[in-house]
């Protein structure tokens, strides 16, 4: 593609090229969100490991503001596809993976994979607001998690019959080929890209500037205040899904079908987010997707499988509901020079707790009845719902630049 110097729109190819290389590279995630930790399970029958799969899936976060800074200082699109191809390497070793002596193959790669995630959000954002207008990037969060949530649910089904009927190679393939296939779509994609800005600031100040803006800009932090709370009700329930399908008497195998029933909510949610954005507002439609998160994983606590089903459902709904909304305000919030710091910080505030919740969660496992600890993800959830709805729409950003409610978030005196 000829590189431009304007703004494209939703109905540009600059944004068409996006959206392709973002379909091909959640491709790989739907493939293999899930089947990592079933195949961990498989090989050593202990669901408490695939559980532990999860939390060694965010160890990543550690380096996290690094990422974002890196992504502050260079071509985001060139890092883009550089980041997609580490992430196929990352994932190559796993064609050699036979035996349960070979499981911590399984654990390397997933803490490579995990990195890649951290280098797409400090890109995302960026490159999202090079391309489109403020009035636009709702609608295009909404496009790009409807993608997510149609993949998440039409390929864990793939990738389960695959994997029941060949093993985890085919599936391990492809998601390797679509992470490729990503990186060229990326490389080919060309735009004037926001000039990258001087940074006068001490290295450890400029890598922590995202979260000082977190902290300084309103509603942005009370909302991410919210969402670490929400990722936390995630880390609870991970932890124990394993042991809540082994008490319903479902096989692990299930487990990516099961969970791709979220993709349902989500995918209704991705098509109504930017509507309920524009009518409630971004803090009021994060409060319905925190009290709608908590009305879905209650199921957990009982033994039906179709009230799981349902209560995924709307898991899905409530999830995607919130993290449109939250990640559209923090793109409008953020000015470019810091959309990498405060993308990969977000995603650190996420998953650092989550790396805790999960391990912990998963070890409580020979201690106490999982719906204990199903019970603590719901007390979170309940304290995340008060947080979300205290945080009111009124909170209304400075005048001045979008989302800056202090200038000095980079460390200048």
Wanted: proline share 5%; aromatic share 8%; charged share 15%.
């Amino acid at each position: 593609m000829s590189e431009t110097t304007t703004r494209g729109g939703l109905r540009s190819g600059l944004f068409a090229w996006l959206v392709a290389g973002w379909t091909l590279a959640n491709v790989a995630d739907s493939l293999l969100g899930v089947l990592l930790a079933v195949w961990v399970v498989d090989l050593t029958g202990d669901a408490a490991l695939g559980g532990l799969l999860f939390a060694v899936f965010g160890i990543p976060a550690l380096f996290a503001p690094l990422l974002g800074r890196l992504a502050d200082r260079v071509s985001r699109r060139r890092m883009l596809w550089v980041t997609y191809i580490v992430g196929a390497a990352a994932l190559a070793p796993l064609v050699m993976v036979r035996d349960a002596s070979q499981v911590w193959w399984i654990f390397a790669a997933t803490i490579l994979y995990g990195a890649v995630g951290y280098g797409t959000a400090g890109c995302r954002g960026g490159i999202l607001r090079d391309l489109l207008d403020d009035d636009d990037l709702g609608p295009a969060n909404a496009i790009l998690q409807t993608i997510d949530q149609v993949l998440r649910l039409a390929l864990p089904f793939v990738a389960a019959g695959v994997y029941i009927w060949t093993g985890p190679l085919p599936v391990v393939l492809a998601a390797i080929g679509t992470f490729l296939a990503a990186a060229v779509v990326f490389a080919s994609l060309r735009f004037a890209e926001a000039p990258v800005e001087d940074d006068a600031d001490p290295f450890w100040v400029s890598v922590t500037a995202g979260f000082r803006h977190l902290r300084v800009t309103r509603p942005l932090n009370r909302m991410t205040v919210v969402l670490v709370m929400l990722s936390s009700t995630a880390a609870f329930t991970s932890a124990v899904g394993f042991a809540v399908l082994e008490r319903m008497g479902v096989e692990p195998a299930w487990m990516g079908p099961i969970e791709a029933l979220s993709g349902i909510g989500g995918l209704i949610a991705g098509v109504t987010a930017a509507a309920a954005m524009r009518r409630f507002g971004r803090p009021r439609a994060l409060t319905i997707g925190t009290v709608l998160l908590a009305l879905g994983v209650a199921p957990m606590l009982a033994d039906s499988v179709w009230l799981l089903a349902a209560g995924l459902a709307v898991v899905g709904f409530g999830v995607t509901t919130s993290v449109i909304a939250y990640v559209t305000e923090s793109h409008v919030a953020t000015p470019s020079r810091l959309q990498g710091r405060v993308g990969t910080s977000v995603n650190m505030l996420m998953q650092l707790p989550a790396v805790v919740i999960t391990a912990a969660g998963a070890a409580a496992l020979g201690l106490v009845d999982a719906r204990w600890i199903v019970a603590c993800g719901l007390a979170m959830c309940a304290v995340a719902a008060v947080v979300a709805w205290r945080t009111h729409a009124a909170q209304a950003r400075p005048a001045g630049e979008p989302g800056m409610a202090a200038p000095d978030v980079g460390g200048r005196g």
